[in-house]
């Protein structure tokens, strides 16, 4: 008879985290493993879920894993970049396609906070000026009154 190498665990353990469920991996209910794993794995999430978006949207997807570096501030707006374990906020990584169409591809990718990938969402690069400069004007001409 083989004997299975997995640990086997006394139900009655509780997970390490939120001290409720049943431990499932690593000390952990599946739900705080789960939590744990995304938060601890932010670049293979974002590659997943490209990846996923590319299938969808029949986009090119030749990108690595080691290709999405998450930088400590969003290069465009400078604010901090932070993981959060649940919903995605305006201050979490957003895997950018620098030219949407182009797909995910190397040199057409970044990493950049959610709040820029919002405003960049549905505008051309062309219109992002052209709304830059419009705000400026706007700025300006709001000082001056
Ligand atoms: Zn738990």
């Known amino acids: 008879m083989k004997v299975g190498r997995k640990k ?27 939590k744990n794993w995304k938060k601890s794995n932010p670049e293979k999430m974002m590659f997943y879920g490209a990846k996923e978006r590319a299938r969808i949207y029949e986009l090119a997807f030749t990108i690595t894993i080691d290709d999405i570096v998450i930088p400590k501030r969003c290069p465009i707006l400078g604010i901090p970049l932070t993981v959060n374990e649940n919903k995605a906020g305006l201050n979490s990584p957003a895997l950018d396609k620098i030219i949407p169409e182009l797909g995910y591809i190397k040199g057409n990718i970044q990493v950049i906070s959610h709040k820029a990938n919002n405003i960049k969402n549905r505008a051309t690069l062309e219109e992002l000026v052209l709304l830059g400069k ?3 004007r706007v700025i300006n001409e709001a000082k001056r009154t």
């Open 8 to 34: 086997i665990l006394k139900s009655t353990d509780l997970c390490k985290i939120c001290g409720k469920s049943a431990v499932r991996y690593q000390g952990l209910c599946k739900i705080c493993y789960k």
């Open 134 to 136: 419009w705000a400026k």
